[in-house]
C-alpha cells in the first residue's frame, strides 16, 4: 500500500508570513497533484508535477517534484487569508493493476490571520 | 461552478432510514468516483466507475450502494448506516485511459452526512 505522509496537519500563520507543506513517501509515483480545498468546497487540483525535479509556479505557490519522485513541497510566499484551508497531495499510480490511482495525503490545514 | 453537482448538500438520517446521493458531471468525462473524507484522516475512494461499468470496489460495506446508470449521473444509496459513516461525501470525475492516468479530479461540493 501506498502512503503519502503530509506535514505539518496544522499550520497557524500572520499575513505576510512565509511557509512550506511537505508531502512525503517511500514509493515513487509518475506524478503528484496538489488540490485545495475551501470550508463547504470539494477539492480544486493547483497543479501537476511529473518530471522528477521540477518546479512550478502559480503566483505566490512554488511547488516542486523531488529528483526521485517520492516527495513533493507546496512553497507559499507572504500567505495572505485567502490563501486558507486544506492543502492535499495525491500521487498518481502509472504502472500495474493501481494504474491511475490516485493516493492521498491526509492534508495541511493552513490558517492566514489578517 | 464546478461542473460537478452534487445533491443534496447536507443529509440527516437515522440508522435505519434509506437515502439516496446524486452526483452530475457536465465534464465530458469517462469515469466517476466516490470518496468519503472524514476529520483527520486521507480521503478515501470509495467506488470508482469506467464508462459506467464498477472497476473498483474498495471494500466498502454493503450498505453503500453505487449505480451509474450513465457517464454523467452517479448515485450512492444509502441504507442501515452507522454513526461512524458520518463524514462529507465527495463526488468527482476525470478522464481515465492509459494515455491520461495524470488526469486531475474534478470535484463537487460534496454531500454532508450525519447518521444519528
Known amino acids: 500500500t501506498q502512503l503519502l505522509e503530509q506535514s505539518p496537519q496544522f499550520l497557524s500563520i500572520q499575513e505576510g508570513e512565509n511557509l512550506t507543506v511537505y508531502c512525503n513517501s517511500s514509493?515513487?509515483?509518475?506524478?503528484l497533484q496538489w488540490y485545495r480545498q475551501e470550508p463547504g468546497e470539494g477539492p480544486v487540483l493547483l497543479v501537476t508535477?511529473?518530471?522528477?525535479?521540477e518546479v512550478k509556479k502559480l503566483k505566490r505557490l512554488t511547488f516542486q517534484f523531488g529528483d526521485a519522485r517520492k516527495d513533493s513541497s507546496l512553497h507559499i510566499t507572504a500567505a495572505q487569508p485567502g490563501d486558507t484551508g486544506l492543502y492535499l497531495c495525491?500521487?498518481?499510480?502509472?504502472?500495474?493493476?493501481?494504474?491511475?490511482?490516485?493516493?492521498f495525503g491526509q492534508g495541511t490545514i493552513l490558517t492566514v490571520h489578517p | 461552478e464546478t461542473g460537478v453537482t452534487q445533491t443534496p448538500r447536507h443529509l440527516v438520517m437515522g440508522m435505519t432510514n434509506k437515502k439516496s446521493l446524486k452526483c452530475e458531471q457536465h465534464?465530458?468525462?469517462?469515469?466517476m468516483y466516490w470518496y468519503k473524507q472524514s476529520a483527520k484522516k486521507p480521503l478515501e475512494l470509495m467506488f470508482v466507475?469506467?464508462?459506467?461499468?464498477?472497476?473498483e470496489n474498495n471494500s466498502v460495506p454493503s450498505r453503500f450502494s453505487p449505480e451509474c446508470p450513465n457517464s454523467s449521473h452517479l448515485f450512492l444509496h444509502l441504507h442501515t448506516l452507522q454513526p461512524e459513516d458520518s463524514a462529507l461525501y465527495l463526488c468527482?470525475?476525470?478522464?481515465?485511459?492509459?494515455?491520461?492516468?495524470?488526469?486531475?479530479?474534478?470535484f463537487g461540493n460534496g454531500t454532508r452526512l450525519t447518521v444519528t
Open positions: 466507475y469506467n464508462f459506467k461499468e464498477q472497476t
Open positions: 495525491a500521487g498518481t499510480n502509472a504502472g500495474g493493476t493501481s494504474y491511475g490511482k490516485l493516493t
Open positions: 514509493s515513487v509515483f509518475s506524478s
Open positions: 508535477v511529473v518530471t522528477g525535479g
Open positions: 468527482a470525475s476525470s478522464f481515465r485511459g492509459r494515455s491520461s492516468y495524470n488526469s486531475p479530479l474534478h
Open positions: 465534464l465530458g468525462h469517462n469515469a
